[in-house]
C-alpha cells in the first residue's frame, strides 16, 4: 500500500532465482504477504484481505443503453419506444451528463429534461420492470448554487497548500472535489442524493448562468 508512483519489476538473479524490485516516489510502504501453495489459495487469502466483492444485481447483466450526447428528453423515450418495435429487450436505460442544468452535477436542465417528463419516463420503465439509471459525476462545479454553497460551508472540499481550492477541468468548466477523507464529505454527499431523488423536493431552483463564477 503506497500512495506515490511506483514500478515493480520481476527480475532474475546471477543464480536463476526471481526477486522483486519496488521503486518508488516516496512514502511509507505496507506490504501484505499471501503465500498460499497454489494460485487459488492465493486469491483467496488476498479476497480474505481486501473483501469480498459485492454480488451483483441480476438485471446489471442484461442489456443497457448508455451514451453521450442526449438531445433532450424526447430523444431518450424515443430510444426506449424503439427498443420495444424492433423486440430489443432493454433492461436498463442510462442518461450521462445530458440532463443537467450547464452540466452541473446534483441538477436537472429544465428546457431539455423537464422534471415531468422524466418521471413519466422513469415511471414507464418501472411499469415494464425496467430500470433508469443518471450518472453522477464528484466535480462540483464553482457557481453560486445550493451544492457549491453547502460543500463550501462542510468543508469537505480538496484545497492547495496555500488553502485555496484545489480546482480541476470537468464536464461544466473548472470545478471543485469533495475530500473523501474528510469527516462531513460522506453526509454531505449522502443528503444531496437523497435531496434530488426525492419526489417531493425541487429539482435545481438556481437561475444563475454560466458567468456567475465565484473565483473570476
Not at 70 to 89: K, L, R
Not at 111 to 118: H, W
Not at 171 to 192: C, I, L, M, R
Request: aromatic residues 16%; negative net charge; contains cysteine.
Amino acid at each position: 500500500m503506497n500512495s506515490n508512483g511506483i514500478e515493480v519489476r520481476i527480475d532474475k538473479d546471477a543464480d536463476g532465482g526471481q526477486h522483486l524490485e519496488y521503486s518508488a516516489l516516496g512514502a511509507v510502504f505496507d506490504f501484505y504477504f499471501m503465500i498460499g501453495s497454489r494460485p487459488k489459495e492465493t486469491s483467496v487469502q488476498y479476497a480474505e484481505l481486501i473483501g469480498h466483492a459485492a454480488l451483483m444485481p441480476y438485471w446489471g447483466f442484461s442489456y443497457h443503453q448508455c451514451k453521450y450526447g442526449w438531445q433532450d428528453i424526447y430523444e431518450v423515450t424515443g430510444v426506449i419506444a424503439n427498443y420495444s418495435a424492433a423486440n430489443i429487450p432493454l433492461e436498463t436505460m442510462w442518461t450521462d451528463t445530458d440532463y443537467m442544468k450547464y452540466r452541473r452535477t446534483i441538477s436537472l436542465d429544465p428546457l431539455r429534461f423537464p422534471l415531468s417528463k422524466g418521471r413519466q419516463v422513469v415511471d414507464y420503465l418501472h411499469e415494464h420492470q425496467q430500470h433508469y439509471i443518471v450518472m453522477v459525476d464528484p466535480a462540483v462545479a464553482p457557481y453560486p448554487h445550493t451544492p457549491f454553497r453547502q460543500l463550501i460551508a462542510s468543508g469537505s472540499f480538496l484545497r492547495k497548500r496555500d488553502g485555496s481550492l484545489y480546482t480541476g477541468a470537468a464536464w461544466a468548466g473548472p470545478s471543485v472535489f469533495p475530500d473523501w477523507f474528510a469527516p462531513n464529505t460522506q453526509g454531505y454527499w449522502t443528503e444531496h442524493f437523497a435531496r434530488f431523488f426525492n419526489q417531493s423536493s425541487p429539482k435545481m431552483a438556481d437561475t444563475t448562468g454560466p458567468r456567475d463564477d465565484p473565483l473570476q
